[in-house]
């Protein structure tokens, strides 16, 4: 076990290596002058190069990775010449909310994928062709548009969800910061307004996010009960006397639910990537728009810092899964012992 | 007509007319026009057509028959087990002395575990891999029973101590992958008696075992059986099992009861057609091998050519592990093996499972790397070749496999499969005569041209097993290695199979060599014998003289627990019982392996050579071929029990 984890680490190290060599070899690629787009297309010749030595644009390009490496190594990600700040600073500010979005969302999506799947899964047939019609529409909506269609539903039409402007209303204090996760935050201060307000906003963004997700792996709960069923242990468990509640919840759903464990870490990734686009739908003030205003800035510390950031998360992700599946699963949790 | 075939011993089943509606009081099964059909309606399966069955307390009911002739399917269909879409109809049903008809599904699955214990036939994918042995057998028990948990563990526990298995104790806590398979059944038995129930229903319960685990696992059934008096009805295609355990037979074929009745007269005066031809295909462990045709009055000495010769050969895995990788672990899974199998003949390989037949086998035709000694083949050293000349030497000689369905491509026809061979060794030149070549071979193994242009899933299993057999043929080796060809097989299937290869030896001179755990089949074909035990020949020598004579405790021991299908005999026969499982190999005991097990050296009060001294692969003062890695191999004769061996010499011993 020790071991496994300590080639993870290893791994993880050499993927962040790479993810930060290529990104920035690719943005230095990419054509135009970051200083000239920060100052405009009216300042001087002599004020953008006077930024240019500023930022270190100048300097030959094997020195800008050599500082930027070093940097990284004492945990400076850099400075965003565009807002100003460190790179370290928003993303400290902003990352929460991204997260806090992402993992509601995967909360939503694994609440209504088993069930349903599950359900479609048994005989009454015609659960199995309402979740599968529902799973086809669910994948094929584009997410900006289902989340255009949500807020027309539920803030203009029913007026029950709040204006999908950040996470929550200007008139509500904001509580204490310890995570920077407002749900959490809010339950350690013990103020249920907040709560109950903060949660609000999160629903239609996060539904936003989870439908597609819960489409898909629906379908992935379903094949993988049926395949379940199909094992002799189910058999097993009804010549027992087992009720069929019992052998669902006690035999089939703990072996089924077993893959579906690996696929949620490898779904993070996505839906951390797709909680940019829907961020900007919602004004989710989250590190989406950030990024993308940094990208179109040619501000190379952000962009950067976001690219690492990502492959960090998914190689997390993706370890804390194997590392879970390692404990759910006695055959491999027994065997690397 | 023996229909109702009552044996004495119990009162009251005398009284076959009892007054309708009330259900005698020693009857735990009994069903009348039990049919069973699948599919679509106006085009049904039709699995189980009228079968009726009775089961008493007390009694040992055998239903037999081949594969697919719908004995697990008659089980489920009583217990209501079987899966959605399949149509159950029946005149009459008790069971477990209740009147099935009037009990509701409620009803069915109270008396499911309560009154009727069920043990499925693959103990491995039976169990449910995420939960812990004991708690699986601890819900059995408070399904049916109110009491808490620390008292139905104390019962588990129990249960697991009554089934043998070892430290059940600590083996409570395990789970499934943890346990070999002998303990895996044995946990399923505790399971299923975990109430006990008056009626067992066992569906193959032995046969994905080995025959020393086998032999513990009936002998655990009948104890039990006598001690709680229970009926049980055992599903096999063993008639040795048969022979060995059951009262009453009931044959099936084609979902059709065929004959039925006290298991000495079905097994020595079968009626039925069917049960004769497959009384007839079972091999025997008392029938040898015809004496080769073509041998002739040649003697067996220097004349004779030699196939295949292994000398020292050894495969070492090694694997890593512990924390940091550093431990490493050897696993001798071949240690120090020389054999020879002369032109032409057969070599049987038999042991228990994970005793390296397998990887010996692999590494006689190059697929596993030896870690030290030599193979020879046609008199070809070989070993260390480069990857297109080890191509070249192949045709000489052929592996084939366990599973015939694994290892043919779905998606090829059986024609291109036949032909693959001959293109990549550019054996008969053009396209043409690689045709003529294929349906050759399609006539050699006993198949009609039409097979060239169908799909491996249009075949049965045993013309499965013909297509790798012919496949290996192609190439006109002279060694053909065959891994468990038959196991899978029914017996009259697997006795074409085994004339099929006789035949081909006879006329194609190919020597074999036939690794299998059946010493019956063994028996059947082949010259020469050779036994394994954690890696190493304990005994080798003419097949004639092991089955006669064993000169190794552990030979003794697998020939003792083969059932034979005769009452008589297998019933009076003593048995040695080896217990518990071989040990691992990956830390095998001192002195000589087999230590640990062995009954001999009990016999003998324990002498101490035995954990300090490995015995050396040694023949007897005569010099003959027969060897055996015993110390006290000469001793071994006086105190074998004289029934034991009543199976293997046949009447006239
Ligand atoms: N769920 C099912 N759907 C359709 N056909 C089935 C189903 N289960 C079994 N059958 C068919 O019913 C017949 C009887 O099968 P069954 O399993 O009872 O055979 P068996 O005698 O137990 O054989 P074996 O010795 O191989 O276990 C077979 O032809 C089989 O293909
Ligand atoms: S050497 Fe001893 S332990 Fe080994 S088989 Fe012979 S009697 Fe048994
Ligand atoms: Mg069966």
Not at chain 2, 310 to 336: H, M, P, Q, W, Y
Not at chain 2, 460 to 486: F, K, M, N, T, Y
Not at chain 2, 636 to 650: D, I, K, V
């Amino acid at each position: 076990m020790a071991s496994f984890v300590v080639r993870r680490v290893l791994a993880t190290l050499a993927v962040l290596f790479f993810a930060s060599l290529i990104a920035f070899v690719l943005l230095r690629a990419a054509p135009g002058d970051p200083a000239r787009k920060l100052l405009g297309p009216q300042a001087s010749e002599q004020a953008v190069s006077a930024l240019r030595a500023d930022m270190g644009v100048d300097r030959p390009l094997l020195q800008q990775y050599g500082t930027y490496v070093g940097d990284l190594a004492t945990g400076d990600l850099g400075y965003s010449w565009r807002t100003r700040t460190t790179v370290t600073a928003e993303l400290t500010a902003r990352l929460p909310a991204t997260l806090e979005l992402a993992m509601t969302a995967m909360a939503i999506a694994l609440l209504l994928a088993i069930p349903i799947g599950v359900l479609s899964a048994g005989r009454r047939r015609w659960v199995d062709r309402f979740s599968r019609a529902g799973a086809i529409v669910g994948l094929g909506m584009p997410q900006f548009w289902l989340g255009l269609v949500l807020i027309l539903v539920f803030f203009t039409w029913l007026g029950i969800a709040p204006a999908p402007f950040g996470r929550i209303d200007d008139t509500v204090a904001m509580p204490a910061r310890t995570t920077g996760l407002l749900l959490v935050d809010s339950l350690i201060a013990g103020d249920f307004a907040a709560f109950g307000n903060a949660l609000s906003h999160l629903v239609l963004p996060a539904l936003t996010l989870a439908i597609p997700l819960a489409a898909y792996l629906s379908r992935i709960v379903r094949r993988s009960t049926i395949d379940v069923y199909r094992n002799d242990y189910v058999r097993t468990a009804r010549a027992k006397g087992a009720s069929e509640t019992r052998v669902l919840f006690r035999h089939a759903l703990p072996n089924a639910l077993l893959p579906i464990l690996t696929l949620s870490g490898m779904w993070f990734g996505e839906l951390m990537a797709g909680a940019l686009l829907v961020e900007a739908v919602f004004n989710w003030p989250g590190i989406g728009g950030w990024v993308a205003q940094s990208i179109q800035a040619q501000d190379y510390a952000p962009v950067q810092g976001a690219i690492l950031l990502g492959a960090l998360v998914y190689s997390v992700v993706n370890l804390v899964t194997d590392l879970l599946y390692g404990v759910v699963d006695p055959r491999i949790r027994l065997a690397t012992t | 007509m023996n229909r109702n075939g009552s044996i004495p011993a119990v009162p009251g089943s005398a009284a076959g007319a009892a007054t309708a509606g009330e259900i005698e009081r020693d009857l735990l099964l009994r069903v009348r026009g039990l049919n069973v059909a699948f599919g679509p309606a106006d085009d049904p399966v039709r699995a189980v057509r009228g079968v009726d069955l009775d089961v008493r307390a007390g009694e040992v009911v055998a239903l037999v028959g081949e594969s697919g002739s719908g004995k697990t399917v008659s089980a489920l269909a009583l217990l209501g087990l079987l899966p959605a879409g399949a149509r159950v109809s029946m005149d009459e049903a008790v069971l477990a002395g209740e009147d099935r008809a009037a009990m509701s599904e409620e009803e069915l699955r109270l008396v499911r575990g309560a009154r009727a214990g069920t043990v499925f036939q693959d103990p491995l994918s039976s169990l449910n891999p995420v939960q812990r042995i004991g708690d699986q057998i601890v819900e059995a028990i408070r399904l049916h029973r109110r009491i808490g948990t620390r008292e139905a563990r104390r019962l588990a526990v129990a249960r697991l101590a009554q089934v043998g298995i070892p430290d059940p104790q600590r083996r409570f806590r395990d789970y499934p992958h943890q346990f070999s398979g002998g303990m895996r059944q044995r946990a399923m038995i505790a399971m299923a008696l975990a109430s006990a129930p008056p009626l067992l229903i066992a569906d193959e319960p032995t046969t994905a075992l080995d025959v020393t685990v086998q032999a513990q696992i009936l002998d655990l059934i009948q104890e039990l059986q006598r001690e709680l008096s229970m009926g049980v009805l055992l599903i096999t295609h063993d008639l040795g099992v048969v022979g060995r355990v059951a009262d009453r037979v009931v044959v099936m074929n084609r979902g059709e009861v065929v004959e039925r009745g006290e298991t000495a007269q079905i097994l020595s005066r079968p009626s039925d057609p069917y049960t004769i031809r497959l009384l007839e295909s079972l091999p025997r462990l008392d029938v040898a091998k015809r004496a080769p045709a073509a041998a002739g009055g040649e003697p067996d000495g220097a004349a004779r050519k030699v196939a295949l010769e292994t000398a020292g050969l050894e495969v070492v895995f090694s694997r890593r592990g512990g924390a940091i990788g550093r431990k490493v672990t050897n696993v001798r899974a071949v240690d120090d093996v020389s054999l020879t199998v002369g032109a032409g003949r057969t070599l049987g390989l038999v042991g228990e499972s994970g005793c390296g037949k397998t990887t010996l086998g692999r590494a006689i035709v190059q697929l596993a790397d030896a870690t030290a000694g030599q193979v020879t083949i046609g008199g070809t050293r070989l070993g260390g070749e480069r990857a297109r000349r080890l191509r070249d030497l192949r045709r000489h000689f052929q592996l084939v496999f366990q599973d015939p369905q694994a290892s043919l491509d779905p998606r090829q026809r059986i024609g291109r499969i036949l032909e693959e061979p001959l293109a990549l060794h550019d054996l008969c030149g053009g396209r043409e005569q690689r045709r003529r070549r294929v349906v050759e071979l399609l006539e050699l193994v006993g198949l009609g041209t039409e097979f060239a242009t169908r799909l491996p899933h249009e075949l049965s299993g045993g013309q499965r097993q013909r297509i790798g057999i012919a496949r290996a043929l192609a190439l006109e080796p002279s060694l053909i290695v065959l891994d468990e060809s038959v196991s899978a097989l029914d017996v009259a299937i697997q006795a074409q199979i085994l004339a099929l290869l006789e035949r081909l030896q006879q006329e194609l001179g190919i020597a074999y060599v036939f690794i299998s755990h059946d010493l019956a089949v063994v028996r059947q074909i082949a010259d020469t014998v050779a036994v394994m035990y954690l890696g190493r020949v304990v005994e080798s020598g003419p097949s004639e003289q092991i089955y006669r004579e064993p000169r190794h405790p552990y030979t003794a021991a697998l020939l003792s627990a083969v059932p034979i299908a005769d009452v008589a005999r297998e019933r009076a026969r003593e048995r040695i019982v080896l217990h518990g499982d071989p040990p691992s190999p990956a830390d095998p005991p001192s002195g000589c392996a087999f230590h640990t097990r062995c009954w001999l050296r009990s016999r003998l009060g324990d002498p101490e050579i035995c954990t300090t001294a490995r015995p050396a692969l040694g023949g007897r003062a005569d010099g003959g071929q027969h060897r055996a890695a015993c110390h006290f191999s000469d001793r071994q004769a006086e105190l074998l029990p004289p029934s034991l061996l009543g199976a293997t010499r046949g009447a006239s011993a």
